[in-house]
Each structure stands twice: as C-alpha cells, then as structure tokens.
C-alpha cells in the first residue's frame, strides 16, 4: 500500500465530518418530534423563523443522498430540500386556524345542533303521533265490526220474527181446529148427560124422553189438520242458508288480509308455449290446439304448454289466485326464471325440479308438488276447487296455497315444516313468477280450455 493521494484524504475527512452533521441533525429532529402538544418539527422549524441553508449544504446535501437508501423503512417522506419560507408559513397557518375560521367553526357547529335538535323533536312527534294514528285505526276498525254485528244482528231479529209470523200463523188455524173439536166435545157432553137423566126415570119419562133425545154424527178429524205445522223444511232450508253464509263470512275473513298483498300480475307472451293463445290484457290464456307462425322466442316454452307473468314476485309478501274452473287438468305455482325452457324432460314441467313448485289436477286428483316429489292435497272436497290462490312470503320462505273459496289450505312449504320435500330448498334464492301449465288430459277428454288470472278488485 503507497501513501494516498492528498485529495483522497481531504475528500474521507470531508465525507466524515459531513456523516457526523447529518447524525446531529437527525438527533435534533428526532428531539423536535417528542415536544409535546404533538407539535410537529415543520411546525417548530416553522415558529422558529425560516431554515437558511448554510454553506456546505451542497456537499452536506451531497453527502446525505450518498449515504442515505432509496428505500428507507422509515415512514417520514425524504425531503432533500429544506421547504420554502412561503410553504413554511402556509403550513403554520394550517396548523393554526384563524379567529375567522374558528368562529365560522363554532357557527356550523351551532347551525348543526339546531338542525339535529329539530330532527330529534320530529322523531319524538312521530313517536306520538304513530300512537294517535294506532288508536283512530282501532276505532275505525271496532265501528267496522260493530256495523257487521249490527247487521247481523238485525238479520238474526228479522229471522226470529219470521218464526214468530210462522208461529203465531200456525197456532190460528190450530186454534180455529181446536175450538171446532171443543164444541163437538161440548155437544157430546150434552148428550150424556140428557141420556143419563133419560135412564133414571120412569117409563114414561123414557117414552117422553125417546121423543127428545138427538143423536150426534160422529166427528172424524181432517186431512188438513196434519198440515198444520211449522214449516220445517223451510227452516231447515234457512239453517243450511245460514251456515253457507258463515262459511263465506269466514273465509272472506280470512281472505281479506290476503287481499291486502295482492298486486296485479300479466302473462308474458314471450315465454308461452306456441300453442297458447294469451288475451289483449294479458290475463288469461287458452289452449288454441294449433302452433302460432310467431318466430321461437328465447324465453319461450317449445315443448311444456307453460307460461310465466312477467313481473316477479316484488313486495316481501305477495297473493294472487286463478280461476281454473274452465280447465280440467292444469298445474299453477311459482317457478323461478331459471326454469329451463326447452325440451320436454324434468327441468322444464313446474313441480318436477328444484325451480319451481305447484298444485295440479290431473285424472281429478289434485296434489302438490316440488323437486319431483309430490303429496295430496289435504281438505280437498268432492269437487276440484274453482279458483286457486297463491301467497307467498319471501322474506320467510314461505308458499301456500288455497282453495279461494273456501281458503281451505291445499298446501304449505316452509322451511320450518316440510315432512317429505326437502328443507334446503324452501330459502328462496332467486327472483319467484307466478306460472301455469296446461296437462294433458285422458284420451276422452277434451283438452283444457282456459284459465285466469283473477281481477282483485280491493277496495
């Protein structure tokens, strides 16, 4: 090893006394950021008057990027440049708001807790009012009810008068009967006893009595009196009347509630079978026997004479019903728009997948089915139901459906009660349309003819 050049020595020296001022100056940033009140050191640089760079701040400068990483694990920027006394000031006065800025702070902030007040007081008036509003609807509701009990109560006067009227009738013509046979039976009374004094006298009392003594015709009753009688088969009449009547009261009843969910629904003319005849409104649809020249839409059934609406069931809670009485062999559900759409096999007929669930009448039995699984419909009469109606709840999973006459339930899926279909399937995961298909009767039946969606006209 030679003895190093002079300008080498004086560049080590430099380059050590450079290393030593970046040490000091970092330890006095480091001390500057732990002052307290958080002031950070741009701040105290700040307060303290601009940072002049001094004269060896080129080599300092020089140095500090020579010995300091590009990729530094510290979390402050690099700044190589001391900051201008203009930003310096800039951020002193972000630091530190203004008596204006604060003052306009202090007013939002007032503006803004006027506005909540006000808010909350609305909320509580709210409160209040939900409970006036409750009340009014109660009474709304008892004057309602006691209207029907009113007139019930005068049909129930008016039908206890009519059995009185038949009554009092009945007891006038017993009566008029009844005061013949009293006279017959004073006239034979009469008799006796003339006839009784007549056997006590003498001989020629009796001669004497011969020639006074009458003879009375028996009296046998009349054919008319066994018709004098309450008119029972009349009343029998009226309690069958009755009974009907309450019937109907019970499941309008019942129906009502339903009929509050109710929405209109269309057929989609885009998904019906070829041979599916829809009217201009959009309500029914017939089975025309023969296939329509239209182009084959996409969303069309090209081999299940199946439709679907063509809205979703929308609302949380949602009832419809339709008239199937022209219809002998028909299935109604819901499907979801997932339901395949050509072919004939399982995943296009409702019922027989995972897509979609029915009630349907084939060969005059009507049962329901989902996922290829199916059970009879229980309360069912002797004859099929008229009209079907559809009530889903969406949110709980839930579908049933009745028979809209008489709201007897033909069928309920739930995921809380599902003793032969399976569970996991009663979470509804997609968008439900209303659907219907047309079944293919017995060889001496007539293909079906039409079916409905019913106008719900609530008032």
């Not at 202090?106 to 503006?111: H, I, M, S």
């Not at 989902?370 to 949110?395: F, L, S």
Request: charged share 25%; aromatic share 6%.
């Amino acid at each position: 090893m030679g003895t190093r050049p002079l300008h080498i020595l004086y560049r080590n020296k430099r380059q050590r006394r450079s290393a030593k001022r970046l040490q000091s100056s970092e330890m006095a940033e480091k001390e500057a950021l732990s002052v307290g009140n958080g002031r950070s050191a741009e701040t105290l640089s700040a307060q303290n008057g601009p940072v002049l760079p001094s004269a060896g701040s080129d080599s300092i400068l020089q140095d500090r990027l020579s010995f300091m990483p590009l990729e530094s694990s510290t979390d402050k920027p690099i700044q190589p440049f001391p900051r201008s006394p203009k930003l310096q000031r800039k951020i002193a006065d972000a630091g530190q708001p203004s008596q204006e800025q604060l003052t306009r702070c202090v007013e939002e902030l007032q503006a803004e807790r006027s506005r909540t007040e006000a808010h909350i007081q609305s909320l509580k008036k709210r409160k209040a009012d939900l409970s006036r509003s409750t009340e009014v609807m109660k009474q709304q509701v008892r004057e309602r009810f006691e209207s029907m009990r009113h007139v019930l109560n005068q049909d129930e006067q008016a039908v206890l008068d009519s059995l009185e009227l038949d009554l009092r009738k009945t007891r006038t013509r017993l009566d008029q009967v009844l005061k013949k046979w009293t006279q017959h039976q004073e006239q034979l009374t009469k008799n006796i006893s003339s006839t009784q004094r007549a056997l006590s006298k003498t001989a020629a009392a009796e001669e004497d009595g011969k020639g006074q003594s009458k003879n009375v015709s028996p009296k046998k009753p009349d054919a008319s009196e066994k018709e004098i009688r309450l008119n029972e088969e009349r009343f029998q009449r009226l309690l069958k009347t009755l009974a009907s009547i309450s019937k109907q009261l019970r499941a309008q009843l019942q129906r009502k509630t339903l009929l509050l969910d109710s929405s209109p629904m269309v057929i989609d003319k885009q998904t019906c079978h070829s041979q599916i005849a829809v009217t201009s409104e959009g309500r029914g649809m017939s089975f025309s026997g023969t296939a329509s020249s239209a182009p084959e839409h996409p969303l069309q059934f090209d081999k299940v004479c199946c439709a679907l609406c063509c809205s979703p069931v929308a609302a949380a809670q949602s009832y419809w019903e339709v008239d199937v009485r022209c219809s002998s062999a028909w299935a109604v559900g819901v499907a979801y728009a997932s339901l395949e759409r050509k072919g004939k096999d399982k995943g296009a007929k409702l019922g027989r997948n995972r897509n979609s669930w029915c009630v349907e009448l084939r060969n005059g039995r009507l049962s329901a089915w989902h996922n290829d699984r199916n059970v009879e419909c229980q309360g069912v009469g002797q004859t099929a139901p008229r009209k079907i109606g559809v009530w889903v709840n969406y949110d709980k999973g839930q579908l049933m459906f009745y028979d809209a006459d008489t709201m007897v339930v033909l069928q309920k899926f739930s995921a809380a009660m599902t003793p032969v279909f399976d569970r996991a399937h009663h979470q509804f995961t997609e968008s439900l349309y209303p659907a219907m298909r047309f079944l293919k009767p017995l060889k001496n039946q007539m293909w079906p003819n039409h079916v409905e969606l019913c106008y719900l006209n609530t008032p």
